[in-house]
């Protein structure tokens, strides 16, 4: 389902038959929502839905500031900052504070609407396991049992499926991830040093996949954008 950054690169059920699947054998899948439903409290789910603006730095320096309750986002890289509906992808491009017109600011859009798809992705990836077009079943992999989370549509890479592993109070440790940007099927990346937002929303903020490691920094809710030291809405107009 989501465009992953390759540069940047669950509980045990006792069931009964299973079914053939790529990766190993697929067992019922009512189960896997009520393990999915365990993670989502072990995440304080309900507190993530209920924040309203967040921000963070995702590897490479790309930072975020994102309007939860209107759709909107701020993105800035480089000498660029975007604004966006994240629902329309309509928005502005700024180039050292200048604005970009024409062909280069419809690209730049796109690039900022699927940075942001990207690293919200990441920010909080097990929020997520009951999107719109989720398939969700229990995997037997290796004598470990993992939750299987396949995105059918929506997103930029819909099909992309994740098997999540997680510790004895359902808290995800790590997951499989695969995706068609990544040619290695199954690169496993963890999720790490878990903090504790205003909010009360649970963020990884460690993910190691390899011997690389990304870091979720400036990782902040808040309720409006006042808390982030704006003086101004960066949204006013879009």
């Given at each position: 389902?989501?465009?992953?950054?390759?540069?940047?690169?669950f509980f045990?059920?006792?069931?009964?038959s299973?079914?053939?699947?790529s990766?190993?054998?697929?067992?019922?899948?009512?189960?896997?929502?009520?393990?999915?439903?365990?993670?989502?409290?072990?995440?304080?789910?309900?507190?993530?839905?209920?924040?309203?603006?967040?921000?963070?730095?995702?590897?490479?320096?790309?930072?975020?500031l994102?309007d939860?309750?209107?759709?909107?986002?701020?993105?800035?890289?480089?000498?660029?900052?975007?604004?966006?509906?994240?629902n329309?992808?309509?928005?502005?491009?700024?180039?050292n504070?200048?604005?970009?017109?024409?062909?280069?600011?419809?690209?730049?859009?796109?690039?900022?609407?699927?940075?942001?798809?990207?690293d919200a992705?990441?920010?909080?990836a097990?929020?997520?396991?009951?999107?719109d077009?989720?398939?969700r079943?229990?995997?037997d992999?290796?004598?470990?049992?993992?939750?299987?989370?396949e995105?059918?549509?929506?997103?930029?890479?819909?099909?992309d499926?994740?098997?999540?592993?997680?510790?004895?109070?359902y808290?995800?440790?790590?997951?499989?991830?695969?995706?068609?940007v990544?040619?290695?099927?199954?690169?496993?990346s963890?999720?790490?040093?878990?903090?504790?937002l205003e909010?009360g929303?649970?963020?990884?903020t460690?993910?190691q996949?390899?011997?690389?490691?990304?870091?979720m920094?400036?990782?902040k809710?808040?309720?409006?954008?006042?808390?982030?030291?704006?003086?101004?809405?960066?949204?006013?107009?879009?």
């Amino acid at each position: 389902m989501q465009y992953l950054v390759v540069s940047f690169l669950f509980f045990i059920f006792s069931m009964g038959s299973c079914t053939g699947d790529s990766e190993s054998g697929e067992m019922n899948p009512d189960p896997a929502d009520e393990v999915a439903y365990a993670i989502e409290k072990a995440i304080h789910k309900k507190d993530w839905d209920q924040t309203k603006w967040v921000h963070w730095i995702f590897p490479g320096n790309r930072e975020h500031l994102w309007d939860r309750e209107r759709g909107f986002t701020e993105v800035k890289w480089g000498d660029y900052r975007a604004v966006i509906n994240v629902n329309t992808k309509d928005g502005r491009i700024y180039r050292n504070d200048q604005p970009v017109a024409g062909p280069e600011k419809d690209s730049l859009l796109q690039k900022a609407w699927s940075a942001h798809i990207n690293d919200a992705f990441w920010l909080n990836a097990p929020a997520n396991l009951f999107d719109d077009g989720t398939q969700r079943s229990l995997v037997d992999k290796d004598g470990k049992t993992g939750l299987k989370v396949e995105y059918t549509t929506g997103g930029v890479t819909p099909g992309d499926h994740y098997i999540w592993y997680y510790d004895d109070d359902y808290l995800p440790t790590k997951w499989e991830m695969y995706v068609s940007v990544i040619s290695e099927p199954g690169v496993e990346s963890t999720w790490e040093k878990w903090i504790t937002l205003e909010s009360g929303a649970k963020i990884a903020t460690i993910h190691q996949t390899g011997d690389r490691v990304m870091e979720m920094k400036a990782v902040k809710s808040g309720n409006s954008y006042q808390d982030f030291g704006r003086e101004e809405d960066p949204f006013e107009g879009l």
